[in-house]
């Protein structure tokens, strides 16, 4: 087993600890707000973690390349859309004032 092999393996054992446990959260929380606080670091952390674990394993070239692409457009796309779902929320529950 190599350096590179047990890398890969910490990353994605990460990326799994975090979607899993976000996973276990969302089963245990009942209001909207923190179900929804809950699944941000599957989006933003495990799945980037899952890519860049994928990545390196596929080693130089243009599939690692754009799995890390594809991790990346996760981690920034899993904030704005957790930031949309969290105002649209807010503005359905009639917290806003309205």
Do not use: N, Y
């Amino acid at each position: 087993m190599t350096a590179g092999h047990i890398l890969v393996l910490v990353l994605l054992w990460a990326g799994v600890a975090f979607v899993l446990l976000s996973v276990a959260a969302l089963v245990r929380f009942t209001d909207t707000f923190t179900r929804l606080h809950a699944l941000a670091p599957a989006a933003c952390v495990g799945v980037p973690l899952i890519a860049a674990a994928v990545a390196l394993d596929q080693g130089g070239g243009r599939g690692a390349a754009k799995t890390l692409l594809i991790g990346l457009l996760f981690g920034v796309g899993g904030t704005v859309t957790t930031i949309a779902l969290g105002k649209s929320s807010w503005h359905s529950e009639g917290k806003d004032g309205t």
